[in-house]
């Protein structure tokens, strides 16, 4: 399964944050999955791919074109596909990717999961899409998706559709539910 993941790019974020990632790269890896992600070398997609290249597993990077300068993109990534845009890659990384999780993140991991899940209620997709909660980063958008609900801006089986864990490793109760 490629597994794509949404996430910081800056380092200066709590460490919680970072050790969550590379834990979700372990977890991708050691499941035998490959983890499909923007590329970045730091911040939570950096640790992810740490994550990943410490169990010995896959990772496909995929960035535009003008990111791909020293310090900015993942070496080590088992393959690399390089876009002409951030609209682009956001299609390729959906193409790539059998399933979606949104760790944590700042507007560009926003924009990303907002655009994922709403294909998703647009039944454009049927692939999970998951918010990685760590340390409850993503309380106040679920509080937000929730009064959605309550005041009719969102159906509950929309709402229902996202699934939220706070550990990567339960991962694996999902992964168990698709087989």
Same mark, same amino acid.
């Given at each position: 399964m490629h597994i794509c993941v949404?996430?910081? =790019?800056? /380092? =200066?974020?709590?460490?919680?944050?970072l050790d969550s990632a590379y834990r979700l790269g372990q977890t991708i890896a050691k499941a035998g999955h490959t983890m499909v992600f923007g590329a970045g070398c730091t911040g939570v997609m950096g640790a992810?791919?740490?994550?990943?290249?410490?169990?010995?597993?896959?990772m496909i990077g995929i960035a535009p074109? $003008? $990111?791909?300068?020293?310090?900015?993109? *993942?070496?080590?990534?088992?393959? +690399?596909?390089?876009?002409?845009?951030?609209r682009e890659r956001k299609d390729r990384l959906e193409a790539e990717s059998d399933m979606f999780i949104a760790a944590p993140g700042g507007i560009g991991t926003l924009d990303e999961f907002f655009e994922i899940f709403t294909l998703r209620t647009l039944e454009?997709?049927?692939?999970?899409?998951?918010?990685?909660?760590? /340390?409850?980063?993503?309380?106040? +958008? +679920?509080?937000? +998706? /929730? /009064?959605f609900v309550t005041g009719g801006l969102m159906k509950a089986e929309y709402r229902d559709m996202l699934e939220v864990i706070r *550990?990567?490793?339960e991962l694996y109760a999902i992964w168990d539910r698709q087989k």
């Open positions: 949404y996430g910081a =790019a800056n /380092d =200066a974020i709590r460490p919680s944050y992810a791919a740490r994550g990943v290249l410490a169990e010995g597993g896959r074109a $003008f $990111f791909h300068t020293p310090g900015i993109l *993942e070496e080590n990534c088992t393959e +690399l596909i390089l876009t002409e845009t951030m454009r997709h049927s692939k999970p899409v998951i918010l990685l909660n760590t /340390d409850g980063c993503w309380d106040a +958008l +679920l509080r937000l +998706l /929730d /009064d *550990e990567p490793e």
